[in-house]
């Protein structure tokens, strides 16, 4: 789709676009704001450049997509701001770890995971390093084979916040394909952080359908990898994409902000039928 009131420029062929002739630091006009919200659906991931937005406009541009949401986790990497809804997430000499350094969803171990997160990274490695990965589940579902698709319709499984936010965490049950609320796609919805489980098959038989349905998300043809510049901004459908971080800059700097977008329950997919619990 042709867009009148900025440029998208196709990232990779499964996902992502880089928005330019845009700038998020004023006020966008209604035509601008509509379009926005069809590329975001259109892509699932959009990229911005050179985007020096302060706290109010990166709240200001997250609205636009829906009431802004907290993060689930008590243990995490990244630290509340003076805005409640923005966090920093930094990284530097002293960090042995970062958040989100393998494939997930964000929180999709909440009954009610974010609808998507917007990251503005205002410090990047010098040269290179810090790149983000991201997947498009619509692409890994529709490349199953139709037997697997008709075997996965009406599953669901656990997703557990505990073994990476601590306990309290929530953990959450939900479909294994959804179908996306606004696009009504089908698409996967396991991942390796949080998912644990098959509801109703063996452990045996989870992991290895699990492992299975790992493997494929990850696999290079629905990947897309960014490449940060200071001032660069990434805002994911997080019903649709995986993403991962990649920490191979350490000792250098990484930093910058992040704001979160509330979302509904992952709908199942239309035309499946409900799973029999086996044990
Ligand atoms: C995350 O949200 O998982 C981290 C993404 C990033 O730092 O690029």
Redesign the pocket.
Known sequence: MAYATFTATPYGPALGAEITDIDLTRELSPATIDELRAAFLEFQVLFFRDQDISFDDHERVARLFGPLGEHVGKKTLSKATDNPYVRK?HADENSRK???DAW?T?QSCAPIPPLG?M?HVHTVPPNSGGD?LFASMYAAYEALSPRMKTYLDGLTALHDGAPIFGAGTPSAEHPVVVEHPETGRKLLFVNRVFTTKIIGLSDHESRAILNMLFEHCERPEWQIRFRWRANSI?FWDNRCVH?C?IFDYWPNVRSGY?VQIEGTAPPVAAGATPAVAAE
Do not use: K, P, Q
Request: glycine residues 8%; aromatic residues 8%; neutral net charge.
């Open positions: 997430f970062v958040s989100g997930h964000d997160s990251l983000t990434a993403h971080a992040r």
